[in-house]
T-cell receptor, first 111, second 112 residues
Framework: GQQLNQSPQSMFIQEGEDVSMNCTSS?????WLWYKQDPGEGPVLLIA?????ELTSNGRLTAQFGITRKDSFLNISASIPSDVGIYFC???????????FGTGTLLAVQP | EPEVTQTPSHQVTQMGQEVILRCVPI?????FYWYRQILGQKVEFLVS????????KSEIFDDQFSVERPDGSNFTLKIRSTKLEDSAMYFC??????????FGPGTRLTVT
């Protein structure tokens, strides 16, 4: 089946540090989405990417759609304690609406 | 800001019982989805629904599952005869176009 592998699996950082995580696949995707999930809650959409090479920002978050269309990364600058959570990438292929979710990156931020 | 809502937040049921999970998608959205997340795992697609019919479903979505849009606002997922392995968080999502899916807070289903 289609797999989206995220790395790192977890990160433990100090407040103020920058964070980078990525998502890779053996398949091509036409859309990449990044979500944040807090414990016991639903995924919250952070950024959507639609074109290969696209770089999009949302506040302290920046995400890029890889040129090969098989990967994407998410950067968080100047992390704060409320950035804590699990970050999921999700890909969508052409002619389908379903999202394939990545394995997730757990982010812990120490004040 | 409009959001997807789900009820109940937690459902406990006995194995073999039927459950109905309810969702109210964002009002002007046209595409609706159910996903599930087993504890500690990634989110998995179950089914998508458009124009009053299923547009796509996964292998998880077998004959025990069904979806319905009984009126202009609700979207339901029914599990006819629950199994222990159906215990999970179930998320409803909706989108106004095909791409940006907005998720509800989820229903935690516990099958005993």
């Amino acid at each position: 089946g289609q797999q989206l592998n995220q790395s790192p699996q977890s990160m433990f950082i100090q407040e103020g540090e920058d964070v980078s995580m990525n998502c890779t696949s053996s398949s091509i995707f036409n859309t990449w989405l990044w979500y944040k999930q807090d414990p016991g809650e639903g995924p919250v959409l952070l950024i959507a990417l639609y074109k290969a090479g696209e770089l999009t920002s949302n506040g302290r978050l920046t995400a890029q759609f890889g040129i090969t269309r098989k990967d994407s990364f998410l950067n968080i600058s100047a992390s704060i304690p409320s950035d804590v959570g699990i970050y999921f990438c999700a890909g969508q292929r052409v002619a389908t609406n379903k999202l394939i979710f990545g394995t997730g990156t757990l982010l812990a931020v120490q004040p | 800001e409009p959001e997807v809502t789900q009820t109940p937040s937690h459902q406990v049921t006995q194995m073999g019982q039927e459950v109905i999970l309810r969702c109210v998608p964002i009002s002007n959205h046209l595409y609706f989805y159910w996903y599930r997340q087993i504890l500690g795992q990634k989110v998995e697609f179950l089914v998508s629904f458009y124009n009053n019919e299923i547009s796509e479903k996964s292998e998880i979505f077998d004959d025990q599952f069904s979806v319905e849009r009984p009126d202009g606002s609700n979207f339901t997922l029914k599990i006819r005869s629950t199994k222990l392995e159906d215990s999970a968080m179930y998320f409803c999502a909706s989108t106004g176009d095909r791409y940006e899916q907005y998720f509800g807070p989820g229903t935690r289903l516990t099958v005993t």
